[in-house]
T-cell receptor
């Protein structure tokens, strides 16, 4: 059974600092990995999607890497801003347990606070 | 496009009551999903659908039912509400299950059962 773990559970940094969020998964047979952002009381916004054949994806100040063999992904945020404060969720897409359609398995998230 | 919309945004139910959470997407996506998120936890899949007329159970289906009569709509039904169903419910959709297609999420429905 696929399990996704995110460390740390919470992180507080001063504005302008570069930071790394970690995600690990137990089964390397994944189709892709997604990083989401969730603001309090809101839904999820997809930030980056890395296909299993890719090593990284970049969007603005965000860079996500994927090492499938070791079951790890990192989300790097450069020059953090107070507006980056949110919970960041990692999810892997893998084949369903009964061989059916692929499913997303989520980690519990990292709550990021960027202090001005 | 409105994307994925969910109604209601909030609801309080008494134990044993029933309700339907509505989900609609206007992106012509084939795949739709229902998740629940408990405080401090990740999302868990309740049910999903790969197209109209086809549904299947996810990780935590007990106490819920779904139907998919159209491509656009994927309602989630709670028949006999229990306190354990207090949660935030998210609906999502994607064009395909292929690795390049990401899931898009609705804003969520916050449900309290007392």
């Amino acid at each position: 059974k696929q399990e996704v773990t995110q460390i740390p559970a919470a992180l507080s940094v001063p504005e302008g600092e570069n930071l790394v969020l970690n995600c690990s998964f137990t089964d390397s047979a994944i189709y892709n990995l997604q990083w989401f952002r969730q603001d309090p009381g809101k839904g999820l916004t997809s930030l980056l999607l890395i296909q299993s054949s890719q090593r990284e994806q970049t969007s603005g100040r965000l860079n996500a890497s994927l090492d499938k063999s070791s079951g790890r992904s990192t989300l790097y945020i450069a020059a953090s801003q107070p507006g980056d404060s949110a919970t960041y969720l990692c999810a892997v897409e893998c084949r369903g347990s009964q061989g059916g359609s692929e499913k997303l398995v989520f980690g519990k998230g990292t709550k990021l606070t960027v202090n001005p | 496009n409105a994307g994925v919309t969910q109604t209601p945004k909030f609801r309080i139910l008494k134990i044993g009551q029933s309700m339907t959470l509505q989900c609609t997407q206007d992106m012509n996506h084939n795949y739709m999903y229902w998740y629940r998120q408990d405080p401090g936890m990740g999302l868990k899949l309740i049910y999903y659908s790969v197209g109209a007329g086809i549904t299947d159970k996810g990780e935590v289906p007990n106490g819920y039912n779904v139907s998919r009569s159209t491509t656009e709509d994927f309602p989630l039904r709670l028949e006999l509400a229990a306190p354990s169903q207090t949660s935030v419910y998210f609906c999502a959709s994607s064009y395909s299950s292929k690795p390049t297609y990401e899931q898009y999420f609705g804003p969520g429905t916050r449900l309290t059962v007392t």
